[in-house]
Structures are given as structure tokens and as C-alpha cells.
């Protein structure tokens, strides 16, 4: 899709970035695109990475990130129905409906600026929720450099559709924090955005919500979604940031009003009554089980957290630097 901005980009999730593009129920059908995140593997590992759409079928990317809230693509929002679990999302696939979903007041269809969608779930989602990048990212060492793992079920060749539904992940370090003079397809981003770069490895359509995710303390959190990048995804690519910012104006208020009631909800606080086995219901308290202490927290990749591969369904088959 070109000439949604003023720059040819490819909206990696949908047709059209804004809902304005939809078809009469509100889908919005798949880009035709070229390739599915380029340069990755096949992904079973991140179960908190699922597929967001309709009653039909997914069409982009998103992320538990508390029990009952998933965050995904700001033009990704319109015809949200339900969530997809799974690294496949077959016709079988386990779902769960959206009750409700809130788009950034500050998106902007013209820049994706605040490209950020958040849906609450009508039950609390089968899996873990991936922990917040609670700090501020800036343009220095501790942001510009690391790799950060990029997940999405983007579709696979030329055929529109064809391909979307198996998840996958790839890692590589970014180039900027915006606000940035970045040249490539967008020439600058603004503070709510990043950037990367890197050869023969990218995002694309279908990955749209999907997340960029940075390890601090042994654990993966969520740093970014997927928004925008060039057609056909081979240069680079635009993301959504997801760190304290966005986390203190937008996400925390929304998963407070989604999950009100929820002790267990993503607040930046540990509620140790959360978690008392098998697994991690309180992201805010993975990095408190990454040992052997009989509790699964799937976040913990450097190292990987024994409890989890003392089970299969819960065995990780690939962690960052893995190729």
C-alpha cells in the first residue's frame, strides 16, 4: 500500500491505516504483501503473542499484556472482534472475544502517530502476559544497540492472505528513538515511534500490533508494535513505542478501566498472591520467578526459566541470539 503517508510505506497489518479503508463489517482485509518477517524462524516460544481480528480470522498482531488486556496497531482497530491464540492460527485455533477496545485520542491516520489499540478480553487470556518496558527509551546505549525480538504472523508471498496465521520471530537492534532524522521511507519519526534498519531482516504485513520486545534484568518486555514500514519490506521499519511514556498517558489508564477489579493486572507492582503455580498471572512479577521456584514466568530468557521447560507446553524452542 502506498500513499498513505505522505512517503511510500506499507501499513503492516491492513489495506488501509485508517478505518475509513474498511469494508462494510469493519474488516479490514490483509495487504497483499511479499514477505512475512524476513529473515526470522518459526516461533513457538512467545505464547503471549496472538493474532487480533474478526469472528472470521485474524488480520494483524497484537500482545497479552495484562490477564485480560491485549495491545495491538491503532489502524489495526476497526472490525476488532476477537483474539487468536497460537503459533498457528488455523480455523481451530483457540480464541477469545473483545468486549471492548480503545484506540490512542492521539492516533493520527496521516503519520501513525500513537499508533496504539488496546482490547479488553470477554475472559481472562490462556496464556502468560508479557511484562511493560516500564522506563524511558532515548537515543544512547542502553536502547541503540541491544537486539530487540520483533513476533508477528505476517503473511508469506504475494497472494493476498496467503501465509498469515504461523507466527514468527526475528532479532536485531534498532537505529533510533524518535523524535529523529532518520532518512530510508519515513525521513523522520516522531517521540511516539522507532526505527530500524538492518539488512535482510525486517517486519511486514500481517505484523502489524505485533511486538518489539528489550530484556532488562533477564526478562523480555514490551517495548513497541509494530506499525509501518517500505513496500515490499526490505529496507526498514517503524514502531509504536510502548515504554513509560505511553505506558503513564495511555496504557496504564486504559488496562486500570479494562481491569479495575484485578489484582493481578499489570500495574508495576508485584501482587505475590498472583502467583502461587504453575505459571506467572502478574507480569509485574516475572522477574521474581526466573529460578527454580516451582512457577513458570516465560518473560525469563537470559537464562530461561527451568520451571517452564520442566513442562512441554511450556518448553521455549528458541530465545534471543539462537540461530
Sequence with gaps: MKN??????LCLGALGCADTLAGDDGEQPLLTSRQRIVGGAVDTAHAYVVGVGTRTRAFCSGTVISPRTVITAGHCYGG?????FGPSLGRRAASVRIEASKRHPGYDPATLENDLTLLKLESDAPVQPAPLLRESMDNNGWYIGPDYTFVGYGVSDGVAGTGFGTRRVVTFPILAVGPARVGGTPGTINATQFYYQVPAMNTCSGDSGGPAFLV????????????FGDDPCTLDGVQARTDLDQISRFIQPTIDEFEADNPCRADGRCESS???????????????????????????????DPDCALDDDHAPEWSPGEW
Design 216 to 227: 532488562r534484568w533477564g526478562v523480555e518486555r514490551h517495548a513497541g508494535v509494530t506499525s
Design 4 to 9: 498513505a503517508l505522505p512517503f511510500a510505506i
Design 274 to 304: 498472583c502467583d502461587v503455580g504453575p505459571d506467572v498471572v502478574d507480569p509485574d512479577c516475572a522477574e521474581y520467578h526466573c529460578g527454580a521456584d516451582g512457577v513458570c514466568a516465560q518473560a525469563c530468557v537470559q537464562p530461561a
Design 80 to 84: 476488532l472482534s476477537r483474539v487468536y
